[in-house]
């Protein structure tokens, strides 16, 4: 092939060879030497600042403070009393589309649990009773076998079992229902919203920013705006959960039709396809593997999100583990949480099974064509017959309708014992473990940053994104920096900073050589990648609660829960670095007689590195988007002000917090991104 | 010999980076065809000092109905994106394409997408195929987008299929299809809707060997029961000789050399379009013509010519060597050299044994003379001897 | 044509409502009204309650789930219809601000007294003799310390959005503690739990109506009694200096409502206002359910028939 893909073709050798010199990232000299200046600024800056009398330097003062959070606040309050577009209010919109979205919902929900009634309250009559959980059983295995094979269907029959077996059904079903609305719909969003930014750059420019305050800006943040505007109840969940799990879509959306064959594209246009044929019959469907990423993406967000959306009147699984911790039900907390992740698993492999799911070979197809109508559609038609042989035998039989409570099981007081054993036994050594890394780790990072003067942090935030991404990520850095001093939480984003980045070092430590470990060994890979799945999918309220009880309430417990949710970008990415070496570097190490550990140091290693740097970009950001949830062990952050502002439903302080927390992930994201490409262009890697 | 010009290209050009229009100082393509043809001046040295890279530079092209036009170059060479500017796949920088004296760059979109629909078909390098469509519905589809009904398209589409021999596959899926079995499909389907020309780009570089043989020879029983006007990249120069009417040779995005295979293997234009030539086996290219001896026929004007004794026989001026051969060989008198009727020259074993052992050819070629000599690396065993 | 349908209506009114209405009550409206859950067992009781009383007397009942304080956005606007325990001592500023708006009601207290207050468990009393006196709390500071706080000793306080003026009490009466907030009441317990597992020192926030002071043997600490005066005050109180020098106030819970609620179901606006339990009462019931592992809507079912009369005054006309 020529030039066939004008992309590709001036981003050739040249520009990465430019970024090479232009960027050079290990002026080692001059970061040691800024490091000191910000030591001594950091140790001395409050005697200094006092001793010249400018207090400013070290305290944003108050009368410099931008009124964003009353403007934000007032935007708010005259969205919800007073726009209008005229014939109806932005409020009625609102409450439209709420609607909209809670017919369906209504729908799905008395499909799997409620039961379809007509009238209300009192006066309603059931006119047909829900699914029964054996049809839903049967409704999920046959998916399983359909979108693979019996195994699979065995392992979502027997994930959809534990939830029956552990008195979890009736919340569970509740979860699955705004499951299934969410997802089509943050699906389809993302679809559109992932076409437009691929049909139209502009479109792509603006879209891409807010994208990234989707996925930044703590939930918490703009969950009053979004009760304001579209009531109280499950739909604003719904709203909440969409607008957090849609924008891997909307991403995925565009790679996926950037992703199709030049050829494909250039057949469409030769066959003379005009744009909207283009779009549905050759490029959407080519894509489809592709999408199906998307989508499994929008599953398991929609699942994270199934804690905070129960705050907000989800019900389901969420508010069972919710209300377990809160009468510290251990044991229960944590059979729902895994009630979640057994779910999510359910979930997950059903959806990865289509998204790689070869179509049909053509006798297959020839041969459902002779078949009956029955023979054609086994599974529709067998799963049809148990929903109605058990809709029908449940009437008189309860058990067969639903799960009979005499029969689940709990582990809740072995968990209890558990934790109180080992409460009762080991808690001295977990207290000189937390002192040791408090007095040494912990405590000094948080002096540093505390003391480091405002206008010397924002100045070295600049500078840190000029050196690594030019003159406009160093405007950037330094914009955003500014923009959190300016709105006067520049001593809760040191506390961000520095729970971040300690918890983020301390996965890094543990995460990176698990990450190698798993991608040298297959059955160390099969275990870690179990637990850190399990850790990702798994409320981190579940074990946040032990962990107060063996580490009391402070930074360091608010440590552990980040470090345990944020170790699995850590690990995939160093494993998937290292297994994405050219096995002919490896083999060239081995002919020159490297041992293993030289094998790893020298090569395997500074190849895998720009991988293991986009690891830690995503530690970084999971980190961050947990400090939110350990804002309920009492930390005193970004996290804490964004729940705060919660708690007292105000927009304003709620959303410029938000934004903060986002602006230091954007600043860090880019920097690192800079600085893994141009750790890229070194290696002559291609992007 | 010269039908209507069916696809012409003057002084298209094709620059990537940054404000590549304004290096060319054109602004409106259509208007400024002398402008352009300024710039046959310019070098790569200053397209390359300009930021620029130059895919394709002012290439001038005219293919006539019912030929198989191949444009051949390494890659790299700027052939794909010619055809694609060609079709319009790609906005040329600058320069003009007429389709049956229609510009086609000028062309709004709905029109563009009707020559397209009715009278277009391209073949793929790497076949294009839909992967979610069976055979069938994957030749049915240009159909398919012309709104065409399922039972007429699906009619046309099993014919083509059968035309390409793939009948009994219609339900297959590409992925069940071998290489060579998935690129008939792709020819199917850009026959489906009977274009005037036909585009293949490098249809066959991704097959092995054996299968592109048996492709080309295929495509050749496919153009001899259908005239397409065939536009056709390859890379391959041996298969640009086995089927071209006319090859364009493109070096650095230009259009170094438009001749017949027979004309490239004598008069090769620089060194290295000889370099491709050089390891071509004479017989395969050469025609009667260019080997005979016409000045023996001048003097015999009348019809019965010489006394049939002299003579083993008659060849067509335009027979291959490779051919005729054989019965040249064979008989101990020359053959006469007949175009039209005509006698033009005569043609004995001596001359077809020159050809065979590539002897003598050089001193009819001066042109080709330098190049060789001056390749002192490999020396060309046609050539050299010849000349000695 | 007319005819025919009102004929239908009347049908249909007749199969809807006819046969299921409840002979004794009638509800003004049918539409539901719409109780707010939040996620601790002792108002999941309240609210459970009330809605099982209002469908004995013939309303449409549903349960919300909503945040304990952003709930006061749908209760302004109607989108939410009652609230059940508001407290005093957390609630107040929030209920205060949306009764003044006007389209909020304060529909009285529900009998429940919140109490909120420094606790401790029994066994500190083995190690701090003077206990509950807060100057003995004060004395023996250093037995509550650990590694980060020493040598003060550490006060687990409630998250900060509780309020409490912990930090100003702790100044004003110049006690060796400092105050550690904890994120959320089950980090709270969680803690609690764990100390008195291990019999470790601990004093912490508690409040009751909670199954925290039936399940862990223990004390308030006694504080100079609380006064308007002393928090407002600066020289009211022990310091003259200083305001919050004691302890923290004790107050109802109280029960709200949109203020269309009068209006639209003038009977259920009459039972709210008409709830009325106790702090014991409804301590054994969060007991039942949250210590004794039993079903929650069981242990309402439970109170529902062993206090038909009362709940038949609420309701009576």
Known sequence: MSLANPDSSPAGPNPARVNLTRFNPMGAPLWLALFAVTWVFSSYGREFSRAIDARWLMKYPAGWRLPFKRDISDAMKWLVEDATFGLFTFKEFTRGIAWLIELPYDFVRAAVIDGFTIGVGSEASQIAPSLSWIAIIAVVVAIGRVAKDWRLAALVGGCFLYLAVFGQWDSAMVTLASVLISVPIGVAGGLLLGIGAYRWPTFDRVLRPILDLMQTVPVFAYLVPILFLFGFGPVSALVATIIYAMPPMVRVTTLALRGVPTEIREFGSMVGCTRRQMMWKILVPSAAPSLMVGVNQVIMLSLNMVIIASMIGAGGLGFEVLSSLRRLDIGAGLEAGIAIVVMAIALDRLSQAFAVRPTPTHDEIESLQQAGLIKRHPWGTTVLAVALVTGLVGLMLPAVQSYPASLTLTTGPFWADLVAFINVNFFDQFEAAKTFMLTWLLLPVKRFLLGIPWPWGIAIVALAGWKFGGWRLGLLAGGLALFIAANGLWDKAMVTLYLCGVSVLIASLIGIPLGVLSAENERANRIVSAVIDTLQTLPSFVYLIPVVMLFRVGDFSAMIAVVLYALAPAVRYAAHGIRGIEPQLIEAGIVSGCTRWQLLRKIKLPLALPEILLGLNQTIMLALSMLVITALVGTRDLGQEVYIALTKADSGRGIIAGLSVAAIAIILDRILAASARNARARLGLAE | MDKPVKLACRSVWKLYGPNAEDFLGVKNVMTQKSHSERHLELTGEQIRAAGLIGAVRAANVEIREGEIFVIMGLSGSGKSTLVRCLSRLIEPTAGEVLFEGRDLLSMPERELIEVRRRKMGMVFQQFALLPHLTVLQNVAFPLEVQGAGRAEREARAREVIELVGLKGRESYFPRELSGGQQQRVGIARSLAVEPDLWFLDEPFSALDPLIRREMQDEFLRLQSMLHKTIVFITHDFDEAIRLADRIAIMQDGEIIQTATPEELVLHPATDYVAEFTRHIPRAKILTARSVMAPSVMTATKDRGGPAPGTYAGDVQASDRIEAIAERIEAADAPFRVLEEGEVVGSIDRQAVIDVLVGRGLVGRDPVRRDPVERDPVEPDPLGREGAG | ?317
């Not at chain 3, 003026?165 to 907030?181: P, Q, S, T």
């Open chain 3, 1 to 317: 044509m007319k005819k025919s349908l009102s004929l239908i209506a009347a049908l249909s009114a007749a199969v809807y409502f006819g046969p299921l209405a409840p002979a004794a009550y009638s509800a003004e409206n049918q539409d539901p009204i719409k109780l707010t859950l939040h996620d601790w067992t002792g108002q999941l009781l309240t609210t459970k309650i009330m809605g099982e009383v209002l469908k004995e007397a013939g309303y449409n009942v549903e349960y919300v789930q909503a945040d304990y304080i952003a709930q006061f956005a749908g209760l302004k606007t109607g989108d939410l219809h009652v609230a059940m325990e508001i407290w005093e001592t957390t609630g107040r500023e929030a209920m205060d601000e949306a009764v003044a708006t006007g389209s909020v009601e304060n529909l009285g207290e529900t009998g429940m007294l919140a109490v909120e207050e420094w606790w401790y468990p029994a066994y500190m009393k083995e190690v701090c003799p003077g206990l509950p006196d807060w100057k003995a709390l004060n004395d023996c500071a250093e037995e509550f310390a650990t590694p980060e706080t020493a040598p003060k000793g550490r006060y687990l306080g409630a998250p900060v959005t509780w309020g409490g003026f912990d930090d100003e009490r702790v100044e004003a009466l110049e006690m060796d503690f400092e105050v550690i907030h904890a994120g959320t009441d089950a980090a709270l317990f969680a803690e609690l739990q764990s100390a008195y597992q291990r019999k470790a020192p601990i004093v912490l926030w508690v409040y009751a109506p909670h199954w925290a002071p039936f399940k862990f043997d223990g004390e308030w600490v006694e504080f100079p009694e609380y006064s308007k005066e002393c928090y407002q005050d600066p020289s009211a109180g022990i310091n003259p200096d200083m305001a919050y020098d004691c302890g923290k106030p004790r107050g109802p819970i109280w029960k709200v409502s949109w203020s269309g609620v009068k209006d639209k179901w003038p009977g259920a606006h009459k039972a709210i206002k008409a709830f009325n339990v106790e702090n014991d009462e409804m301590g054994a019931m969060v007991t039942k359910v949250d210590l004794d592992g039993k079903d929650l809507d069981g242990v309402v079912k439970e109170w529902m028939d062993a206090n038909k009369d009362r709940w038949n005054g609420w309701i009576s006309k």
